[in-house]
């Protein structure tokens, strides 16, 4: 299957609890980088402006917006069993899943959780190599997600993924006490 259009290798997916710190997550990212609008638990009118001023946002720096469960504004594409012409990226925590992804001719599993994080509270990550399996001989080009940033990335790259996504990493850190532990999203 050829792709509709170019794949990301960057993602930031956006939540509630981002807050006012997502326009500035924006900037965070390279050109040509995607943006995952998730936003699920805020009132449609709200979600709907919120999503206009992300894709005006993300059409100045040149990113690739997807959007998952419902809206009534498109986007580049979805995340999820939507219908799209455009992109369509897939959530995949198991092989099952990807073996959806596949039968809806998804065009990037995010693989999740590599890595601990704070968006699923007490999952344990599965690492590089469990998450490779998952979509393993599928071609169908894999994210990884889940405690990640720039840093893990390069560790894993080896394993085959195409990208990352994260939502942390993208956000601006504060400054912490040197015993304090920060995880990445």
Excluded: C
Excluded at 45 to 67: C, F, T, Y
Excluded at 101 to 115: M, N, T, W
Excluded at 159 to 165: D, L, P, S
């Amino acid at each position: 299957m050829a792709r509709r259009n170019p794949i990301p290798a960057r993602w930031l997916m956006t939540d509630e609890r981002m807050g006012s710190a997502l326009w500035r997550a924006l900037t965070r990212l390279p050109p040509g980088s995607g943006v995952v609008f998730r936003h699920y638990a805020t009132p449609e009118p709200e979600r709907r402006a919120l999503l206009r001023r992300v894709k005006r946002i993300a059409q100045a720096r040149r990113l690739v917006v997807v959007v998952a469960g419902k809206s009534t504004i498109t986007a580049d594409g979805v995340h999820g069993r939507a219908r799209t012409d455009g992109i369509r990226t897939w959530p995949a925590h198991s092989r099952r899943e990807a073996l959806a992804g596949k039968r809806e001719e998804a065009d990037a599993l995010f693989v999740s959780p590599i890595h601990a994080t704070r968006s699923h509270d007490g999952a344990v990550g599965i690492g590089p190599a469990q998450a490779m399996r998952i979509g393993r001989g599928l071609g169908i080009p894999m994210i990884a997600l889940g405690g990640m940033n720039e840093s893990r990335w390069r560790q894993i790259r080896r394993f085959g993924f195409h990208g990352w996504a994260a939502i942390d990493a993208w956000l601006p850190t504060t400054r912490r006490r040197p015993d304090e532990r920060q995880d990445p999203e």
